[in-house]
């Protein structure tokens, strides 16, 4: 099959910087000579690719928007809006393991920690070198976050932590997990350490989607973490939905690569599989099909590129981020199920990359907020009702 090389229909690149065409080249570039080989024996096996952290913290995509002051690249929001959408073009469990690392872990450490805590951490983040997680989501407490039931009590010297998260991207390989918990009835952030007595991070087995990823709980059983360990500006809900917002806008973008690479492997495959005598890309009904995903990668494209010059700007909203991440998963999942009809039983192989996108996205629509909280955010954008209760 011919290589991925992209999709622009309505000629976007013309509105890209060339710095920003480089970015995704070179992401692009990688992900087809070092991922893609090893992709399907990974997600066969339910393992993530650690051997290439390092490549890909030389990559630069770990934290790629934060400043360079701290080892990142300092990239704009539509160049790192790019290398996610190359990265995700390669699966969703790697654009999760760098969205995870970047706005979940290495932002609110930014965005809320001690200037100590930066220092420490974010250039190990950067480099590979340390992994973190983010610790929300509880057993009980999925799409509201404010009634979670992990607890944190003031000592002498810091704090004492106790409760469960559940479906934590990176948890058991984490060296450090960013843990948020009710303190006196506000929720705060704490950077809870691997080895911390007390704390476990047990993997979750038996996946049918996003198996080349790592997903585990959180156990904190009377976890002491130092006052030096608090993030000082978290608090509140508001805390935690930021770092949501930002790994949202990461998806908005990474689901558009997997739909690419579901509608290449179609438009590929119905150009040479033959009956009835001709490519079935002769055929009316699957031009129909292969239309529809051009048009809707197309709309996906310029919501994602409107989306991030505005964040540039300091222009954007999270209602603006949840209706790209609403459209664009929705939308890459209809893609990937329509590719599977053109390729027929070959769809289920893992010669070709649909079923394994298919698989995926199931849980990308659920994950950082369910197509139906989006639908939720946007209609009280709209008019002004919260319908959540």
């Not at 009980?140 to 991207?169: C, E, R």
Request: proline share 4%; charged share 20%.
């Amino acid at each position: 099959m011919r290589p991925f090389d992209g999709v622009d229909f309505y000629r976007l690149d013309n509105q890209l910087t060339e710095d920003e065409k480089l970015v995704r080249q070179s992401v692009r570039g990688w992900v087809r000579d070092r991922f893609l080989p090893v992709i399907e024996e990974h997600f066969e096996r339910a393992t993530f690719p650690m051997e290439l952290i390092p490549e890909i913290a030389e990559l630069g995509v770990l934290g790629a928007n934060l400043p360079t002051e701290f080892g990142c690249a300092g990239l704009g929001d539509v160049a790192y809006g790019l290398a996610m959408q190359e990265l995700e073009a390669g699966d969703s469990g790697l654009r999760s393991f760098v969205s995870v690392q970047g706005a979940l872990v290495m932002f609110p450490i930014f965005t809320y920690g001690s200037e100590e805590q930066k220092k420490h951490w974010l250039p190990q983040l950067a480099a590979g070198k340390k992994i973190g997680c983010f610790g929300l989501t509880e057993p009980d407490f999925g799409s509201n976050p404010s009634g979670m039931a992990t607890k944190a009590v003031k000592t002498q010297d810091g704090y004492v932590l106790s409760g469960a998260k559940m479906w934590i991207t990176n948890g058991t390989i984490s060296d450090v997990a960013v843990v948020w918990a009710k303190l006196d009835g506000r929720i705060h952030g704490f950077l809870v350490e691997k080895g911390f007595k007390g704390f476990t991070a047990p993997e979750q087995k038996r996946k049918f989607s996003l198996r080349a990823s790592v997903t585990s709980e959180l156990i904190l059983q009377d976890v002491f973490v130092p006052e030096s360990h608090k993030l000082p500006k978290a608090e509140g809900l508001k805390a935690p939905l930021s770092c949501l917002t930002a790994a949202r806008y990461g998806i908005a973008w990474g689901a558009l690569g997997a739909a690419m690479a579901c509608f290449h492997a179609a438009v590929e495959y119905s150009k040479t599989r033959v009956q009835f005598d001709r490519p079935i890309g002769g055929f009316q009904l699957v031009q129909e099909r292969l239309a529809d995903m051009l048009t809707e990668i197309t709309k996906g494209q310029a919501l994602c590129l409107q989306l991030g010059r505005l964040k540039e700007n300091a222009l954007s909203t999270p209602e603006m981020v949840s209706l790209a991440k609403r459209n664009n998963v929705a939308v890459a999942l209809d893609i990937a199920r329509w590719s599977r009809d053109i390729l027929g039983a070959n769809g289920i192989t893992s010669e070709y990359p649909v079923m394994r996108h298919m698989a995926n996205l199931e849980s990308v629509k659920t994950y950082e907020g369910t197509h139906n909280i989006h639908t939720l955010v946007l209609g009280e954008a709209i008019t002004g009702i919260p319908a959540y209760r």
